[in-house]
């Protein structure tokens, strides 16, 4: 199983990071795992954002709730990511990752996108 | 808010042992909590050691080890080399299909 992410490297702050990681080697459409993503601000630790099933069903870590979307595309082998309004606090290396939904452990990572919120 | 805690730092001479561990501020960790452990060098991902507690992924050396060890989570690396001097991060299952991650332990091999 391979994660890729993409999207823009700068957001201006107030405006919305969109991210999008694209599965191959396997589907999303899968029992096995949950569609994670994961952000690690520079020389701090990682924090799990949320994460989605393929059903749609989306879960979201408490203190990013009402800023976060995570969305899945069956027909694409993508799942989405979107945080907004933005900060400076936001910039961070994001990863996609799987999230095993029977060993609940994150086995499989993108190899990481940093995103920077400047003007 | 529930937080997982780790040490922040730890040393280990090569060729040593040391055990890293998970614990949570409030409440003992168990295997109901499906603890991993994760391995990171510098500009790279994540990569998965130790899963369900004390299961190794695949390719990880057998020096490398996960248990319950009182009321919280460990990792033991036997046989310490120097190529082990990485950020370890642990991960506890808390529900809800979010992994939440300790604050890491920078460990030194010197």
């Known amino acids: 199983l391979l994660l890729q992410e993409s999207g823009p490297g700068l957001v201006k702050p107030s405006e919305t990071l969109s991210l999008t990681c694209t599965v191959s080697g396997g589907s999303v459409n899968s029992d096995s795992y949950y569609w994670a993503w994961i952000r690690q601000p520079p020389g701090k630790g990682l924090e799990c954002i949320g994460s989605?099933?393929?059903?749609?069903?989306?879960y979201y870590t408490s203190s990013l709730k009402s800023r976060v979307t995570i969305s899945v595309d069956t027909s694409k082998n993508q799942f989405s990511l979107k945080l907004s309004p933005v900060t400076a606090a936001d910039t961070a290396v994001f990863y996609c990752?799987?999230?095993?939904?029977?060993?609940?452990?994150?086995?499989?990572w993108g190899q990481g996108t940093l995103v920077t919120v400047s003007s | 808010q529930t937080v997982v805690t780790q040490e922040p730092s730890f040393s280990v001479s090569p060729g040593g042992t040391v055990t890293l561990t998970c614990g949570l501020s409030s409440g003992s960790v168990s295997s109901s909590y499906y603890p991993s452990w994760y391995q990171q060098t510098p500009g790279q991902a994540p990569r998965t050691l130790i899963y369900s507690t004390n299961t190794r992924s695949s390719g990880v050396p057998d020096r490398f080890s996960g248990s319950i060890l009182g009321n919280k989570a460990a990792l033991t690396i036997t046989g310490a080399q120097a190529d082990d001097e990485s950020d370890y991060y642990c991960v506890l299952y808390l529900g809800s299909a979010i992994g939440v991650f300790g604050g890491g332990t920078k460990l030194t091999v010197l």
């Open positions: 990752a799987t999230l095993g939904s029977s060993t609940w452990n994150f086995d499989y």
């Open positions: 989605i099933h393929y059903s749609g069903t989306t």
